[in-house]
C-alpha cells in the first residue's frame, strides 16, 4: 500500500508543482484568511485519539479549495496551528460529512458554516485509526466557534476538543503561515506512512506558491 501511495502521492506533487507555476498561486486553497484563535484540547479523556490537555494561543486559516467566488459552492478548508513546549502542532481539515462514509468524502458547500470538516485521511493513535472532526457555528459578534471531535474509522462521535476563532478585523490577511499536519501532527498522534507519502510532495510544491488574500464571510 505505501508504494502505491508513494505513486500517487508523487504524481498529485507534480500536478500541484504544475498548476503552481502556471499561475503563480496556490493550486489549491489559495483563497483564505488567516485568523488568530484560542484553542483547548484533551476535553474528554475517554474520547477516542484523546491527547494531553492543552489550553492557549493558536493560529486557523480558512479556505476555499477551488477558490471560486460566492455564492459558488467550494470545499472550505480549516486549517489550525499551535504550538505545545516550543514544539509546532497542526490540524488540516476540510469539508465533509460526518457519517461512516461520508467522513471520508469531500463536500462543497457555500459557506464555511454550512457543514462539518474533518482530516479525511486518519491519525494512529493508541485506540487505532482516529479522525478528527470540526463542526462550526457563527457568533452573533462575527467570529466563529468551533466544536472539535474524535471517532475510530466508523462509529459515535466524542467530544475533543474546542476552538474559538476571533472576527475579522480590517483587511483580510493571508500571512505565509506554515500548516503541516504530516510533520507537526498533535503530540500523542502519528501519521500513517501511507497518509504522509500521499500529501508531503502536494505539501512542498504547493508552499512554493504565494496564497490569495480572500475575505470569506461565514
Same mark, same amino acid.
Given at each position: 500500500?505505501?508504494?502505491?501511495?508513494?505513486?500517487?502521492?508523487?504524481?498529485?506533487?507534480?500536478?500541484?508543482?504544475?498548476?503552481?507555476?502556471?499561475?503563480?498561486?496556490?493550486?489549491?486553497?489559495?483563497?483564505?484568511?488567516?485568523?488568530?484563535?484560542?484553542?483547548?484540547?484533551?476535553?474528554?479523556?475517554?474520547?477516542?485519539?484523546?491527547?494531553?490537555?492543552?489550553?492557549?494561543?493558536?493560529?486557523?486559516?480558512?479556505?476555499? +479549495?477551488? %477558490?471560486?467566488?460566492?455564492?459558488?459552492? #467550494? @470545499?472550505?478548508?480549516?486549517? $489550525?496551528?499551535?504550538?505545545?513546549? =516550543?514544539? !509546532?502542532?497542526?490540524?488540516?481539515?476540510?469539508?465533509?460529512?460526518?457519517?461512516?462514509?461520508?467522513?471520508?468524502?469531500?463536500?462543497?458547500?457555500?459557506?464555511?458554516?454550512?457543514?462539518?470538516?474533518?482530516?479525511?485521511?486518519?491519525?494512529?493513535?493508541?485506540?487505532?485509526?482516529?479522525?478528527?472532526?470540526?463542526?462550526?457555528?457563527?457568533?452573533?459578534?462575527?467570529?466563529?466557534?468551533?466544536?472539535?471531535?474524535?471517532?475510530?474509522?466508523?462509529?459515535?462521535?466524542?467530544?475533543?476538543?474546542?476552538?474559538?476563532?476571533? +472576527?475579522? %478585523?480590517?483587511?483580510?490577511?493571508?500571512? #505565509? @503561515?506554515?500548516?503541516?499536519? $504530516?510533520?507537526?501532527?498533535?503530540? =500523542?498522534? !502519528?501519521?500513517?506512512?501511507?497518509?504522509?507519502?500521499?500529501?508531503?510532495?502536494?505539501?512542498?510544491?504547493?508552499?512554493?506558491?504565494?496564497?490569495?488574500?480572500?475575505?470569506?464571510?461565514?
Amino acid at each position: 500500500m505505501t508504494a502505491v501511495a508513494d505513486g500517487v502521492g508523487g504524481a498529485l506533487g507534480g500536478l500541484a508543482d504544475a498548476a503552481g507555476r502556471r499561475t503563480g498561486r496556490r493550486p489549491l486553497h489559495a483563497r483564505g484568511i488567516v485568523l488568530p484563535a484560542s484553542l483547548r484540547i484533551g476535553d474528554d479523556p475517554d474520547a477516542p485519539g484523546a491527547v494531553d490537555t492543552f489550553s492557549g494561543g493558536a493560529v486557523v486559516r480558512l479556505s476555499r +479549495a477551488a %477558490g471560486l467566488p460566492r455564492p459558488w459552492p #467550494d @470545499v472550505h478548508g480549516l486549517a $489550525v496551528r499551535w504550538e505545545r513546549r =516550543g514544539r !509546532a502542532e497542526a490540524l488540516l481539515l476540510s469539508g465533509t460529512g460526518t457519517g461512516s462514509l461520508s467522513r471520508f468524502v469531500l463536500a462543497p458547500r457555500r459557506r464555511v458554516v454550512d457543514g462539518p470538516f474533518t482530516t479525511l485521511m486518519p491519525f494512529r493513535s493508541p485506540d487505532g485509526p482516529v479522525v478528527i472532526a470540526a463542526r462550526p457555528a457563527a457568533r452573533p459578534d462575527g467570529g466563529l466557534d468551533v466544536l472539535l471531535l474524535s471517532s475510530r474509522l466508523r462509529g459515535p462521535w466524542s467530544r475533543w476538543g474546542v476552538l474559538r476563532v476571533d +472576527a475579522p %478585523g480590517g483587511a483580510a490577511t493571508d500571512d #505565509d @503561515v506554515r500548516f503541516d499536519p $504530516v510533520l507537526d501532527c498533535p503530540s =500523542g498522534l !502519528a501519521t500513517y506512512r501511507w497518509a504522509a507519502a500521499l500529501r508531503l510532495p502536494a505539501y512542498r510544491h504547493a508552499r512554493r506558491s504565494a496564497p490569495d488574500p480572500g475575505r470569506l464571510p461565514w
